[in-house]
């Protein structure tokens, strides 16, 4: 599986902005897919991630209530809306894949069998 995110840029603080992570293959709908981002000098951390159906989501709290993650599995591709973007969100943004399909254990930073390239976001204050 390869991933590929895309939909990164700048904005002001308030702001909104959509990623998307374009998957290959054709076994992505068991997948579970999430979201990770890391700040300049700082570790990778968890954002949001969905189970193979996207029914099931799970939202670190630095974000909960902003971003919405979502998936269609007709085009392979997964989404994070990000509104009321605040300057701490500035970081590179990552999709990820766990072929057991749950999402829960992603959100522990395990069970990560794929990484997207990452890509910039950048919130001017």
């Known amino acids: 599986v390869q991933l590929q995110a895309s939909g990164g840029g700048l904005v002001q603080a308030g702001g909104s902005l959509r990623l998307s992570c374009a998957a290959s293959?054709?076994?992505?709908?068991?997948?579970?897919m999430g979201w990770f981002r890391q700040a300049p000098g700082k570790e990778r951390e968890f954002v949001a991630t969905?189970?193979?159906?996207?029914?099931?989501?799970y939202y670190a709290d630095s974000v909960k209530g902003r971003f919405t993650i979502s998936r269609d599995n007709a085009k392979n591709t997964i989404y994070l809306q990000m509104n009321s973007l605040k300057p701490e969100d500035t970081a590179v943004y990552y999709c990820?894949?766990?072929?057991?399909?749950?999402?829960?254990?992603?959100?522990?930073?395990?069970?990560?069998?794929?990484w997207g390239q990452g890509t910039q976001v950048t919130v001017s204050s």
């Open positions: 990820a894949a766990d072929r057991r399909g749950s999402g829960y254990f992603m959100t522990l930073g395990a069970n990560i069998d794929y």
């Open positions: 969905i189970n193979w159906t996207g029914g099931i989501t």
């Open positions: 293959g054709r076994t992505f709908s068991s997948y579970a």
